[in-house]
Each structure stands twice: as C-alpha cells, then as structure tokens.
C-alpha cells in the first residue's frame, strides 16, 4: 500500500489561513487528478476541490473565493490555500491522487489526513 503524505493542519481563529500540502511517493507517476475532500463533525465526507495535470481547477460552492488548489507535477505535490477560514470549515481534510491507466482502470491514494479547526 502506498499513502500520500499531509501536512499543514491546525488550529486557527476565523478570518484566517492555511496552506494544506500533500506530496506523493515518487512512486506513483502520472497522476491524472489531484483533489482534496473533508470530512466535518457530523457529516459525510465532501470533495472540496481537485486539479488536473493540466492545472485545470474545480471547487465545491461553499470555498470558492477562499481556497485555491494547486499542484507541483515535478515534485507530485497538491496544495490546497485555504483563506478567510470560517468554523464551518473545520474537518479533517485528506489529499486524494487519481490515475487513470488506459481509461479502463482507475488508482487512487489518499493521505492520512489532516485537522483543521477553526475557532469563532
């Protein structure tokens, strides 16, 4: 088994920042998708945003204008810039790397995960 690494949890007062990292073993090559979902108290997991190899980005409704994803295809790592972080932003958050082999079989890893909490 092979696990993508995160950092960059922790404890912040609402109106600030984080910048979450996630670095895959230079092992797993031509990922397709990076993303990174959360899972809040309460609720199911939720994909918050994903980039592909190309740069192109997509976001769930609720962060768009305050976090922005992106990634480093030469060090194979994704980075989720969180800004303007309010308490329902608090989750734990894993990193997730998909790759697709001859559009037939699909990969994916995921990171350990890491809390965020943000304080009122």
């Known amino acids: 088994q092979v696990q993508l690494v995160e950092s960059g949890g922790g404890l912040v007062q609402a109106g600030g920042s984080l910048r979450l990292s996630c670095a895959a073993p230079?092992?797993?090559?031509?990922?397709?998708?990076m993303g990174w979902y959360r899972q809040a108290p309460g609720k199911q997991r939720e994909l918050v945003a994903t980039i592909t190899s190309g740069g192109r980005t997509n976001y769930v409704d609720s962060v768009k204008g305050r976090f922005t994803i992106s990634r480093d295809n030469a060090k194979n790592t994704v980075f989720l810039q969180m800004n303007s972080l309010q308490p329902e932003d608090t989750a734990v958050y894993y990193c997730?790397?998909?790759?697709?082999?001859?559009?037939?079989?699909?990969?994916?890893?995921w990171g350990q995960g890491t809390q965020v909490t943000v304080s009122s």
């Open positions: 230079v092992g797993i090559r031509s990922i397709n998708v």
């Open positions: 997730n790397a998909k790759i697709v082999v001859g559009s037939v079989r699909e990969y994916d890893y």
